[in-house]
């Protein structure tokens, strides 16, 4: 049997069966009224989400992540890789940087006959012998101390040691 | 304020204007000539009346919120369709051919029907079944159609679109209409052979 053959005329009898089915009485009375409100109701919303978009960037940052927390995993996996990375470059530039740091430059010491040179009273030359001279040696020092855990602390590049205020030898 | 009733006699063009403007009164005038045959479309392709009313309703709206792009290449009625169709088509495709059958009742014209009285008579080989069974039956076997071939049945032995309608509506040409109708009903004949004489 080819397609002209066949005309379907039973089936097409038999689908005109479904024309006769139909939605329970009065359904289509108030099926327009429904669409319309729902069409009014969308419109009213509309007004309601425009503060959002005005909302602090910082709100609407904090609503990206509960939308999509995926981005919040990604952002603090990389705020960890940045971390790390951090970490690492800085222990292997800290040889250099001490290296460079730790130079001491001969301070000149301030003669004290050339009492015209020191204008400050703190410096003023004591008597031969006794008395207190300020060293003028720095206070920072660069050199590697003990830290909390007794190990050589030499992540810092700055420690303060105490001023030397002993009597000065001539 | 426009008297509603003033929109019945208006050509549908002029409905469609003043719904783009965003005339609601106008656009009720335009559900109200629809909603008949989008909601029965979509009724015989889910074969549950709660699904087509929910899929019709959100079809009318996308409708009222797309019209700015409706460029009147086809006629509002055909564009309508579809928006009606895609929407049934998704939905059909997530809910994965689980079917949940949720069917209208025959009218009281059914039995005053002669071609489907002719078929339950006793004077037909198959039959004794009445129209009620009948209609499960073929529900059955539509939705046993995949959803385009569903479709093309549908629009056409059903609903009584031409095939260039169809075409348009389905966005694909008018051969792709003829063989997808045809290899349906052979579907459909197979699967009610039972209650169908062989032609």
Redesign the interface.
């Known amino acids: 049997?080819n397609?002209k053959?066949?005309?379907?005329?039973?089936?097409?009898?038999?689908?005109?069966?479904?024309?006769?089915?139909?939605?329970?009485v009065g359904y289509?009375s108030n099926?327009?009224?429904?669409?319309?409100a729902?069409?009014?109701a969308?419109e009213a919303d509309e007004p309601s989400r425009s503060p959002k978009a005005d909302a602090p960037w910082l709100v609407r940052f904090f609503e990206m992540f509960t939308a999509r927390p995926a981005v919040i995993g990604g952002l603090a996996a990389s705020l960890c890789g940045l971390l790390i990375l951090g970490a690492i470059f800085a222990e292997q530039s800290e040889p250099v940087a001490n290296n460079f740091l730790t130079v001491s430059v001969p301070t000149p010491q301030p003669q004290t006959s050339d009492l015209a040179s020191i204008s400050s009273p703190a410096l003023a030359p004591a008597p031969a012998g006794i008395g207190i001279v300020a060293k003028p040696t720095p206070v920072t020092s660069l050199q590697p101390v003990a830290n909390l855990f007794g190990q050589p602390n030499s992540g810092s590049l700055f420690q303060v040691q105490p001023a030397s205020f002993a009597p000065a030898i001539q | 304020m426009t008297d509603a009733s003033s929109f019945a006699g208006r050509l549908e063009g002029d409905l469609v204007s003043l719904a783009r403007q965003g005339d609601?009164e106008a656009?009720?005038e335009l559900?109200?000539r629809y909603?008949?045959r989008i909601?029965a479309t979509i009724?015989?392709m889910t074969a549950n009346?709660e699904d087509a009313?929910d899929i019709?309703?959100e079809a009318?709206?996308k409708a009222?919120?797309a019209l700015k792009s409706f460029k009147g290449g086809s006629s509002f009625y055909t564009w309508l369709y579809r928006i009606a169709v895609n929407k049934a088509i998704n939905f059909l495709k997530q809910r994965k051919n689980k079917h949940h059958y949720s069917?209208?009742?025959?009218?009281f014209?059914?039995e005053n029907?002669p071609?489907?009285i002719?078929?339950i008579s006793d004077k037909t080989p198959f039959r004794n079944a009445g129209?009620t069974e009948?209609?499960k039956k073929?529900n059955e076997a539509l939705m046993k159609l995949s959803e385009p071939h569903r479709m093309v049945?549908?629009l056409h032995?059903?609903q009584g679109l031409s095939h260039e309608e169809i075409a348009d509506i389905m966005d694909c040409n008018i051969g792709t209409v003829r063989s997808r109708l045809?290899y349906a009903?052979?579907q459909?004949?197979g699967f009610?052979a039972e209650?169908?004489?062989s032609?």
């Open positions: 049997m397609k053959d066949q005309d379907f005329g039973e089936l097409k009898t038999l689908l005109k069966l479904k024309r006769h089915e139909v939605p329970p289509f099926f327009s009224a429904q669409i319309i729902k069409i009014q969308g | 609601l656009y009720d559900v109200k909603q008949e909601y009724y015989h009346h009313n019709a309703q009318f709206i009222y919120q069917l209208n009742d025959l009218d014209n059914t029907n071609d489907l002719a078929l129209l009948l209609q073929l049945v549908i032995d059903v045809f009903r052979q459909l004949q009610l209650y169908i004489k032609s």
